[in-house]
Nanobody, 121 residues
């Protein structure tokens, strides 16, 4: 059974920073890929960043240079450091994990419950 628990969301002002955490039940090295997606009201869920077991990353163009994914294998946790936040980053952020995919997470893979990030102007 795979469980992913996100934390670290909240409300910040334009230009602020937040760090999201995703704690997995068991070793994250089991997964071929882990990452973050987000869904804003009225929009489809979209990729933010995914990291493969080998360390390759796939960032959305909209967050390149502002967001950084990292992981602590000993803590079974993946992080998303978000800097220079903008109002358009406002969304529910979901952590996902896949045993089979490389640099994307599919709808049929494993997901956390989501954490709200709100950026005010």
């Amino acid at each position: 059974q795979v469980q992913l628990v996100e934390s670290g969301g909240g409300s910040v002002q334009n230009g602020g920073s937040l760090r999201l955490s995703c704690a997995a039940s068991g070793s994250i090295l089991r997964f071929n890929a882990m990452g973050w997606y987000r869904q804003a009201p009225g929009k489809q869920r979209e990729l933010v960043v995914v990291i493969s077991r080998g360390g390759s990353t796939n960032y959305a163009d909209s967050v390149k240079g502002r967001f950084t994914i990292s992981r602590d294998n000993a803590k079974n946790t993946v992080y998303l450091q978000m800097n220079s936040l903008k109002p358009e980053d406002t969304a529910v952020y979901y952590c996902g994990a896949s045993f089979t995919r490389a640099l994307v997470i599919g709808a049929s893979d494993y997901w956390g419950q989501g954490t709200q990030v709100t950026v005010s102007s």
